[in-house]
């Protein structure tokens, strides 16, 4: 009989959001007249910016025609996308990233997962808790930890710990790691780094021959021009740091999928052998034989967003979204609720009231307000104590929100 992948079995029960889905459904079910609103999983409501859907439209316009219509592009992504990225997102904040080293994608989700294939099993590797439950995830299906105990932390982790006395500010480890996962703008915290915050896992990674797997996927929502919008602004990173980066919360792309990924060529692994290997070489040759490219059509419209139609459209969605955050935070506050983040993210970290648990406070914010959350405990031991609101939502469904929860909360 065919074996399995037993590093599936030692997962926690489910994955975080489909958990939360099934709740709904079952809350759903039994109540059919409630009248839901999801502040949970950060998925955009929105319609995509003008500029990207007239690109769309008339990229499939030119599928339609035999002169101009493509099959197969190029697995990297199409030159005049990177060529866009380099400039709109790199060079104009003083990086040196080449077109060349920026793979589009379909997801910062996948990249951060499939970026363990170009790693070995040996690497010991370091989380922030609370973490974004995929890096854990995909680092227990590749056989890279051990069992998971009580507090769901997994053997063979080095957990950096994120709470409100550091303020949400992972710490350095104690000792060495070959893996570092940061996330900044954080999910879930809404905590971003600063400069010198960021320089010290840099010098960090740079003294140990570490590599830093950055994620970058809410930069947009950075309003602070000081603060760093990519650790490439930091002297050292093409040493030592991958970056992704999403379309999807930036321009509305969660239906549409379109991201990327930095893989700079100076950055070096060792193999077996003793002998350093560019990690971009590994990439590329992983990315032609698993993926076979992001729609042409997806493409001219991610390639939109750097127009300075685009630009303007996307800002206005990014305000409309961060509008939502103030009004969220301040609401909350005022009936006596502590929150964190959503300053320059799209996530609130709320502080569950009168010591319920986070799957507690999920329960009555559903059952009371008919509102959804996200338990922190489901990013890690850490978020115990705590719940994720997202600011993706209308902006009529977010004010009845938070008149929903002043009436039970207040």
């Given at each position: 009989?065919?074996?399995?992948?037993?590093?599936?079995?030692?997962?926690?029960?489910?994955?975080?959001?489909?958990?939360?889905?099934?709740?709904?459904?079952?809350?759903?079910?039994?109540?059919?007249?409630?009248?839901?609103?999801?502040?949970?999983?950060?998925?955009?409501?929105?319609?995509?910016?003008?500029?990207c859907r007239q690109a769309m439209i008339q990229a499939v316009e030119e599928l339609g025609n035999r002169n101009t219509f493509r099959g197969y592009g190029p697995e990297t992504g199409y030159s005049w996308l990177r060529?866009?990225?380099?400039?709109?997102?790199?060079?104009?904040?003083?990086?040196e990233v080449d077109p060349s080293e920026i793979f589009i994608s379909d997801g910062s989700k996948c990249d951060t997962g499939n970026i363990l294939d170009i790693f070995g099993d040996q690497n010991t590797i370091a989380?922030?808790?609370?973490?974004?439950?995929?890096?854990?995830?995909?680092?227990?299906?590749?056989?890279?930890?051990?069992?998971?105990?009580?507090?769901?932390?997994?053997?063979?982790?080095?957990?950096?710990?994120?709470?409100?006395?550091?303020?949400?500010?992972?710490?350095?480890?104690?000792?060495?790691?070959?893996?570092?996962?940061?996330?900044?703008?954080?999910?879930?915290?809404?905590?971003?780094?600063?400069?010198?915050?960021?320089?010290?896992?840099?010098?960090?990674?740079?003294?140990?021959?570490?590599?830093?797997?950055?994620?970058?996927?809410?930069?947009?929502?950075?309003?602070?021009?000081?603060?760093?919008?990519?650790?490439?602004?930091?002297?050292?990173?093409?040493?030592?740091?991958?970056?992704?980066?999403?379309?999807?919360?930036?321009?509305?792309?969660?239906?549409?999928?379109?991201?990327?990924?930095?893989?700079?060529?100076?950055?070096?692994?060792?193999?077996?052998?003793?002998?350093?290997?560019?990690?971009?070489?590994?990439?590329?040759?992983?990315?032609?034989?698993?993926?076979?490219?992001?729609?042409?059509?997806?493409?001219?419209?991610?390639?939109a967003v750097y127009s300075p139609e685009g630009r303007a459209q996307v800002k206005s969605l990014v305000d409309f979204y961060l509008e939502n955050a103030r009004l969220m935070a301040q609401h909350l506050r005022g009936?006596?609720?502590?929150?964190?983040?959503?300053?320059?993210?799209?996530?609130?970290?709320?502080?569950?009231?009168?010591?319920?648990?986070?799957?507690?406070?999920?329960?009555?914010?559903?059952?009371?307000?008919?509102?959804?959350?996200?338990?922190?405990?489901?990013?890690?031991?850490?978020?115990?104590?705590?719940?994720?609101?997202?600011?993706?939502?209308?902006?009529?469904?977010?004010?009845?929100?938070?008149?929903?929860?002043?009436?039970?909360?207040?």
């Amino acid at each position: 009989m065919v074996t399995i992948n037993d590093h599936y079995r030692k997962l926690k029960a489910g994955y975080l959001f489909p958990e939360i889905a099934r709740r709904v459904q079952a809350f759903s079910e039994a109540h059919p007249a409630a009248q839901i609103i999801r502040l949970g999983i950060g998925d955009v409501t929105e319609p995509l910016p003008l500029a990207c859907r007239q690109a769309m439209i008339q990229a499939v316009e030119e599928l339609g025609n035999r002169n101009t219509f493509r099959g197969y592009g190029p697995e990297t992504g199409y030159s005049w996308l990177r060529e866009k990225i380099a400039q709109g997102d790199f060079h104009s904040r003083g990086c040196e990233v080449d077109p060349s080293e920026i793979f589009i994608s379909d997801g910062s989700k996948c990249d951060t997962g499939n970026i363990l294939d170009i790693f070995g099993d040996q690497n010991t590797i370091a989380v922030t808790d609370p973490v974004y439950p995929v890096y854990v995830d995909t680092n227990v299906m590749a056989g890279h930890t051990g069992e998971a105990n009580e507090r769901g932390e997994y053997a063979g982790l080095v957990y950096l710990p994120m709470t409100a006395e550091n303020n949400f500010t992972p710490p350095l480890p104690d000792n060495a790691v070959d893996l570092i996962y940061l996330c900044s703008p954080n999910n879930p915290t809404g905590a971003v780094a600063s400069r010198p915050q960021l320089q010290a896992w840099v010098d960090f990674a740079l003294a140990h021959s570490a590599v830093i797997l950055f994620d970058a996927a809410y930069v947009a929502f950075i309003s602070d021009p000081q603060l760093p919008q990519s650790i490439y602004e930091l002297p050292g990173a093409r040493q030592c740091a991958i970056e992704f980066r999403s379309f999807s919360k930036t321009a509305g792309f969660t239906g549409t999928r379109c991201a990327y990924t930095v893989v700079p060529k100076s950055l070096q692994g060792r193999a077996a052998d003793g002998s350093l290997v560019g990690l971009w070489q590994l990439w590329q040759r992983r990315q032609a034989t698993k993926f076979n490219g992001v729609s042409y059509p997806v493409q001219r419209a991610a390639a939109a967003v750097y127009s300075p139609e685009g630009r303007a459209q996307v800002k206005s969605l990014v305000d409309f979204y961060l509008e939502n955050a103030r009004l969220m935070a301040q609401h909350l506050r005022g009936v006596g609720i502590t929150v964190y983040g959503g300053e320059h993210a799209p996530y609130l970290w709320v502080k569950t009231p009168g010591g319920l648990s986070s799957w507690e406070f999920f329960d009555q914010l559903l059952a009371k307000c008919h509102v959804v959350g996200t338990p922190g405990a489901g990013f890690g031991a850490a978020g115990e104590g705590y719940l994720r609101l997202s600011a993706f939502n209308g902006r009529d469904q977010v004010k009845e929100a938070l008149e929903r929860i002043k009436t039970q909360f207040a």
